[in-house]
């Protein structure tokens, strides 16, 4: 019936929270309990809305269950969203440049600093470049 050797008598073969019957409608192994590999039970990841069949969801480099619990990298973030808090810049990114991919405003972002110092020093030398010419244009005036 479903192509595997499954369990007649127990409606869930690999107890991960989803019948035989469920795993055949999303796909996932009824004789593997993590499908993906990714340390997530399949049911897990229906719950939660993770997919159970690729390790990382939101494909930003940082696997589901990474995502989902406080791992090596010391963050929870949302494994559905490459940017957990909306500041333009993805989760891997941010962890890898020091800054909380869990707060829009974390000061130690290093791209949007680097953005302001662009910018400041843009603004700056547009300045010195207009003080000089009206310093140029007040001695020619004299």
């Known amino acids: 019936f479903d192509g595997y050797q499954t369990d007649p008598l127990d409606s869930g073969s690999d107890d991960d929270d989803l019948t035989d019957l469920e795993e055949i409608a999303y796909m996932t192994n009824p004789l593997d309990d993590d499908t993906?590999?990714?340390n997530l039970a399949d049911g897990v990841e229906i719950t939660i809305g993770t997919?159970?069949?690729v390790a990382d969801t939101d494909a930003d480099g940082i696997d589901d269950f990474e995502e989902t619990i406080v791992g090596s990298d010391g963050y929870i973030t949302d494994p559905t969203k490459t940017d957990s808090d909306s500041d333009?810049?993805?989760?891997a990114e941010e962890i890898?440049?020091?800054s909380d991919p869990t707060d829009p405003?974390?000061?130690s972002n290093s791209y949007v600093n680097?953005?302001?110092?662009?910018?400041?020093?843009?603004?700056g030398g547009i300045?010195?470049?207009l003080l000089a010419g009206a310093l140029?244009?007040?001695?020619?005036v004299k």
Do not use: H, S
């Open 36 to 38: 993906d590999n990714d």
């Open 96 to 98: 890898a440049n020091g």
């Open 51 to 53: 997919d159970p069949l």
């Open 127 to 129: 300045f010195v470049t």
């Open 88 to 91: 333009g810049i993805a989760d």
């Open 136 to 140: 140029v244009i007040r001695k020619t």
């Open 105 to 107: 405003y974390d000061p």
């Open 114 to 123: 680097g953005l302001i110092f662009g910018l400041a020093i843009g603004i």
